[in-house]
């Protein structure tokens, strides 16, 4: 499981009480260091939501994560006027 913090001391609470490793993330065209957040990866524990959300952060849902297949792409393409 991943977990995001916007602080690193939420992040290393959520790490130590977790057993997970702190670094620091990513988001998609971001290019300020300052702007990423803090991850915790780790193992799946009981009440981690709890745990998470009371330091202010958020989990990773399947949603988030892209499965292993591309999207298709389009064999032509659209048009909008004929």
Same mark, same amino acid.
């Given at each position: 499981?991943?977990?995001?913090?916007?602080?690193?001391? !939420?992040? %290393?609470? /959520? %790490?130590?009480?977790? @057993? @997970?490793?702190?670094?620091?993330?990513? *988001? &998609? @065209?971001? !290019?300020?260091?300052?702007? &990423?957040?803090? #991850? #915790?990866?780790?193992?799946? %524990? !009981?009440? #981690?939501?709890? #745990? /998470?959300?009371? &330091?202010? @952060?958020?989990?990773?849902?399947?949603?988030?994560?892209?499965?292993?297949?591309?999207?298709?792409?389009?064999?032509?393409?659209?048009? *909008?006027?004929?």
């Amino acid at each position: 499981m991943i977990a995001y913090f916007w602080e690193r001391d !939420d992040a %290393a609470a /959520v %790490a130590e009480r977790l @057993g @997970g490793e702190v670094r620091r993330g990513r *988001f &998609h @065209g971001e !290019d300020d260091d300052e702007d &990423h957040p803090w #991850v #915790v990866e780790f193992t799946a %524990a !009981d009440d #981690v939501e709890r #745990v /998470v959300a009371a &330091h202010d @952060g958020w989990l990773e849902t399947a949603a988030d994560t892209p499965s292993g297949a591309p999207l298709p792409l389009p064999q032509e393409p659209k048009r *909008f006027k004929k």
